[in-house]
C-alpha cells in the first residue's frame, strides 16, 4: 500500500497541555511498537499547544512519524492583526502544514473564498503545505456546481505548480461529526464527488474527511484514490485514534 496521510485536526480539544500529552503519548507508544512507516502523521494541535507539541515532537520516537500542522493562519505577517498567529511565526515553532477553508471556518465564522485563497497563498508564500478543505454543504441540488466554483475561488490565481503541493481534502459539510445529523459519506459516493474534483486538481494529492471513525476508517484508507483521512473528533480519543493509525498500516 502507498504511504497514506492521518490528519489529525484537534479542534478546540483538548482544555488542557495534560491531556494533549496522554494523547501523544499514546500515538508514540502505538509508533514504537509498530514501525511499518507506511503512516505519514500531521497533528493538528490548537495554537495554545503548539509550541509544546513541537518540543515533544522534536524529542520523541514521534519525529520518525509525525510533524505539526497549524489549524489556521493569519492572512499577513503584519502585525496589526489582533488574535491572529502568522506564518512566520508558525515558521518558527516547526509547523509543515496548515489547515486551509476547513468548514468551520467558511461557515461558522463567515470565510469566504477570497479570504481561504488569501490564507492559501500565506501557506504557501512560508513554504508550509496547505490541506485544503472542499465541500458542498448537501448533496441536494448541483452540488457538482457548488463544488467547481467553491474549487475555482479557493484556488485561484494559483500556478498548476502551487494546485499540486496542496493536499486536497475532500470534506462534505454534513458529514463533519459535528453538525446535527451528520454520517459519514461511503466511499462509493465520495468516489463519485471525485469525478468533479480531481480534474480540478489534477496533481495535488486527496484525502477524505468527515466523521472517520475506527470502523470506517479502513474503507478509506484502503482506496487508491484517496491518500489519507483528516479526523476530527476521533483523534482526540486516544485509544480509537490509535486503531485509526493501525488502518492506515
Ligand atoms: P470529524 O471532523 O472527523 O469529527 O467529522 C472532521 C473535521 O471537521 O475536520
Known amino acids: 500500500m502507498n504511504k497514506k496521510y492521518v490528519v489529525a485536526n484537534w479542534k478546540a480539544l483538548p ?25 505519514s502523521l500531521i497533528v493538528c494541535p490548537p495554537f495554545v499547544f503548539i509550541e509544546e507539541a513541537a518540543k515533544l515532537l522534536d524529542t520523541s520516537s514521534l519525529s520518525r512519524n509525525a ?5 489556521d ?21 516547526n509547523v509543515r502544514y496548515v489547515i486551509i477553508g476547513h468548514s468551520e471556518r467558511r461557515w ?11 490564507k492559501l497563498k500565506m501557506t504557501l508564500q512560508h513554504n508550509l503545505t496547505p490541506i485544503v478543505c472542499i465541500g ?9 456546481k457548488f463544488i467547481t466554483d467553491q474549487v475555482a475561488g479557493t484556488f485561484a490565481g494559483l500556478s498548476a505548480d502551487e494546485i499540486g503541493k496542496c493536499l486536497v481534502t475532500y470534506e462534505p459539510v454534513w458529514a463533519i461529526s459535528t453538525n446535527p445529523g451528520a454520517k459519514p459519506d461511503t466511499p462509493a459516493d465520495a468516489l463519485e464527488a471525485l469525478t468533479v474534483i480531481r480534474p480540478l486538481v489534477p ?9 472517520i471513525t475506527q470502523n470506517n476508517a479502513h474503507d478509506f484508507l484502503s482506496m487508491p484514490e484517496f491518500s489519507g483521512v483528516l479526523v476530527g473528533g476521533a483523534s482526540v480519543r486516544k485509544e480509537e485514534f490509535v486503531e485509526i493509525l493501525r488502518a492506515a498500516e
Open 67 to 71: 510533524e505539526l500542522g497549524a489549524q
Open 136 to 144: 458542498e454543504r448537501t448533496r441536494e441540488g448541483d452540488y457538482h
Open 15 to 39: 482544555e488542557s497541555w495534560a491531556e494533549a500529552q496522554g494523547i501523544l503519548d499514546s500515538i508514540s507508544e502505538y509508533f514504537d511498537a509498530s514501525p511499518s512507516g507506511n503512516t
Open 108 to 118: 461558522k465564522l463567515g470565510e469566504s473564498d477570497e479570504v481561504t485563497n488569501q
Open 203 to 211: 496533481d495535488s494529492l486527496l484525502l477524505y474527511g468527515g466523521s
Open 73 to 93: 493562519i493569519a492572512l499577513s505577517d503584519q502585525p496589526g492583526q489582533t488574535g491572529e498567529i502568522s506564518g512566520a511565526m508558525l515558521e518558527k515553532l
